[in-house]
């Protein structure tokens, strides 16, 4: 290993940690190692070995692709593979994702990537994009968070805009703390410019009997309410699995729930 090699892998340890909010002393204990020890790392007058990468990466829970390019500033070749959606090799796991939305039916659900572009969606998504006036949004790829907060998106038909974007950002912060990826920031920074939805310039109390921020959408004369979750697959060792989310929309409010069953049968009945 040469010495530039062993600068940036340090250097790259010293960003995680402290992008982990933790000091020498912390990591060093978390990974059972001597302060003097990580120092030596991070300046670059130790070489670690390939498995004392992988665990400071395992402590400081560095996302799959940064500890592929934390091995390869180290001298290492990459452990996880990349491949891409389409490959045979995943063909089970993207099997999985679309039973899961379409077991989700009647209500919406969608898979996004690392970058929260759609991958696939389930056919109860359809009439919440309803009434997008900007038709570049709706074109692949299209990215989920752009389409929802853009004025020209869903964002009109947001009966809680400021709250939802808020939340929507949070979300998408955290991300960023966690990944420290370029084009994610990029997004967030975009994003931040979009309406803020306030009214008056002041945030909404919020509902001292609430349990999670709800979605509130507009739909015709109605609004629907939803609750969300969030489920990834679990232990995986492939980079573009690890990033692969599924965002399932829950009705917060028996008329949500009578409206999707609604909507549910007559796509039915016209496919029959």
Same mark, same amino acid.
């Given at each position: 290993?040469?010495?530039?090699?062993?600068?940036?892998?340090?250097?790259?340890?010293?960003?995680?940690?402290?992008?982990?909010?933790?000091?020498? =002393?912390?990591?060093?204990?978390?990974?059972?190692?001597?302060?003097?020890? #990580?120092?030596?790392?991070?300046?670059?007058?130790?070489?670690?070995?390939?498995?004392?990468?992988?665990?400071?990466?395992?402590?400081?829970?560095?996302?799959?692709?940064?500890?592929?390019?934390?091995? #390869?500033?180290?001298?290492?070749?990459?452990?996880?593979?990349?491949?891409?959606?389409?490959?045979?090799?995943?063909?089970?796991?993207?099997?999985?994702?679309?039973?899961?939305?379409?077991?989700?039916?009647?209500?919406?659900?969608?898979?996004?990537?690392?970058?929260?572009?759609?991958?696939?969606?389930?056919?109860?998504?359809?009439?919440?994009?309803?009434?997008?006036?900007?038709?570049?949004?709706?074109?692949?790829?299209?990215?989920?968070?752009?389409?929802? #907060?853009?004025?020209?998106?869903?964002?009109?038909?947001?009966?809680? =805009?400021?709250?939802?974007?808020?939340?929507?950002?949070?979300?998408?912060?955290?991300?960023?703390?966690?990944?420290?990826?370029?084009?994610?920031?990029?997004?967030?920074?975009? #994003?931040?410019?979009?309406?803020?939805?306030?009214?008056?310039?002041?945030?909404?109390?919020?509902?001292?009997?609430?349990?999670?921020?709800?979605?509130?959408?507009?739909?015709?004369?109605?609004?629907?309410?939803?609750?969300?979750?969030?489920?990834?697959?679990?232990?995986?060792?492939?980079?573009?699995?690890?990033?692969?989310?599924?965002?399932?929309?829950?009705?917060?409010?028996?008329?949500?729930?009578?409206?999707?069953?609604?909507?549910?049968?007559?796509?039915?009945?016209?496919?029959?």
């Amino acid at each position: 290993m040469t010495t530039a090699q062993t600068s940036a892998a340090g250097s790259l340890i010293r960003e995680w940690r402290t992008r982990r909010r933790m000091s020498q =002393l912390d990591l060093a204990m978390e990974a059972e190692i001597s302060q003097r020890h #990580l120092s030596f790392v991070e300046s670059g007058r130790a070489a670690p070995s390939r498995d004392m990468v992988l665990h400071l990466a395992d402590q400081l829970s560095i996302p799959l692709r940064q500890r592929n390019q934390l091995l #390869l500033a180290a001298g290492f070749a990459p452990s996880f593979s990349e491949r891409s959606l389409t490959d045979a090799s995943l063909a089970p796991a993207m099997a999985a994702v679309e039973t899961v939305l379409r077991g989700h039916e009647p209500f919406p659900a969608l898979a996004v990537d690392r970058h929260w572009n759609l991958v696939s969606a389930n056919a109860a998504i359809g009439p919440l994009l309803a009434d997008v006036s900007e038709a570049w949004l709706l074109k692949p790829p299209v990215n989920v968070l752009r389409l929802s #907060l853009h004025p020209g998106g869903v964002a009109p038909r947001i009966v809680n =805009l400021a709250e939802w974007r808020a939340h929507l950002l949070e979300r998408l912060k955290h991300q960023n703390d966690a990944s420290g990826d370029p084009v994610l920031i990029e997004l967030e920074r975009e #994003l931040r410019s979009y309406p803020s939805g306030l009214k008056g310039g002041r945030p909404l109390p919020v509902e001292s009997d609430g349990i999670v921020h709800p979605l509130k959408l507009a739909h015709g004369d109605q609004v629907l309410s939803f609750i969300s979750t969030i489920t990834v697959f679990g232990t995986p060792l492939d980079v573009t699995l690890s990033e692969l989310a599924i965002e399932s929309f829950f009705p917060a409010d028996d008329q949500t729930r009578a409206v999707l069953v609604r909507l549910a049968k007559e796509r039915a009945a016209k496919v029959s």
